[in-house]
């Protein structure tokens, strides 16, 4: 959710002239992400300043800012440049809140599951490439999937799933949410039970995006990728997830809760041009996200909060939902398919 701005208008172009000796004169507030983010206007240029959320610290942003510059150094990838303040830093602190600023990058941004095919196998390639070129880059953040399976998270989460269930009434709605959340429920128990645990930590483990899609992405005209943003999620992660996770953002099949296998398969193949997965990865690829899913109360716990747009993260966990019903059906077969890729 967006938080208020520290920033009245006066107040923002004094900022940047102070820090940057950059004199604006105009700026408009741009609504996409959840930053407040304004696109500022001077006599020769344009920019882009971002003001991050209270729960984004400082070492949060320099994390962003430490990947983006790692990967400017060492590969060619389509990426923001920062503005430097007068004091040769790339973030500044106003009223508790961090700030950053880089260049304006002119272009369009696709919706969620909007995206065509080509579009669908640009966005492999470039997250094939980020992994690789992440290579060597040093980071303590990480995510195991074994801490996905254990027993602690299965009871963490069940005991959620029981607070939304009492939480019901007998609205139309609420069995619609008391439905999906048995089927969760029911399926992060089986998922426990019926995956191998010694073959879970085989899957492969590397510094990624953490948080890419469709979304961060800048298109040209002629619906290329002209840039790749938000990085300030940059971790160790089970790679299978981020490349389940990708996919279902931009395949605009997925829109309606269905999976295109081929699809999926194709944009593991692109990926797999830069990043080597074993046997594992690709046989619990759909799994992974399975219980991923499983495990996520996003939306049916905010229904119940003093939230804004509740209603809109409700339908979010609907669909959500839809998806780890039709992955469900399908995942077996995804694994065949993918292993196909191996020769298996």
């Not at 900022?15 to 609504?31: F, G, H, P, Q």
């Not at 065509?116 to 060597?136: M, R, T, V």
């Not at 830069?274 to 219980?291: A, C, F, Q």
């Amino acid at each position: 959710m967006i938080e208020e701005t520290t920033f009245s208008k006066k107040e923002l172009f004094k900022e940047v002239l102070d820090k940057y000796s950059i004199k604006i004169e105009d700026c408009e507030v741009i609504t996409n992400g959840s930053a407040n983010i304004y696109k500022l206007l001077s006599k020769d240029n344009q920019y882009i300043l971002k003001e991050f959320q209270t729960q984004y610290g400082e070492n949060d942003v320099l994390k962003e800012i430490n990947a983006i510059q790692f990967l400017t150094q060492n590969s060619d990838l389509p990426l923001p440049r920062y503005v430097k303040t007068n004091n040769n830093e790339l973030y500044f602190n106003h009223k508790g809140r961090v700030v950053i600023m880089q260049y304006f990058i002119d272009g369009n941004t696709c919706q969620k599951n909007e995206g065509d095919y080509n579009q669908l196998l640009e966005s492999a390639y470039y997250l094939g490439k980020i992994i690789k070129n992440l290579e060597g880059y040093k980071t303590e953040e990480r995510v195991n999937v074994k801490d996905w399976y254990c027993d602690n998270e299965v009871n963490r989460v069940t005991n959620k799933y029981d607070v939304i269930l009492n939480k019901l009434g007998n609205t139309e709605l609420d069995y619609r949410i008391r439905n999906d959340i048995m089927f969760k429920k029911e399926l992060l128990i089986d998922l426990k039970k019926m995956l191998e645990y010694s073959n879970i930590e085989k899957i492969t483990h590397k510094v990624s995006h953490g948080d890419y899609s469709c979304l961060q992405f800048i298109y040209d005209d002629n619906k290329k990728v002209k840039a790749i943003l938000d990085f300030i999620k940059v971790k160790r992660i089970p790679i299978v997830w981020e490349v389940f996770r990708s996919y279902s953002y931009i395949d605009k099949e997925i829109k309606k809760g269905k999976i295109n296998i081929q699809n999926l398969v194709d944009y593991t193949k692109e990926i797999m041009k830069s990043v080597e997965l074993n046997k594992e990865d690709l046989k619990y690829l759909p799994y992974v996200y399975l219980v991923q899913l499983a495990r996520s109360t996003y939306g049916y716990e905010e229904y119940f909060k003093n939230v804004k747009n509740k209603e809109e993260l409700l339908e979010f966990a609907f669909y959500r939902t839809n998806i780890c019903r039709e992955l469900n059906t399908k995942a077996e077969e995804i694994s065949k398919k993918l292993l196909e890729l191996k020769g298996e």
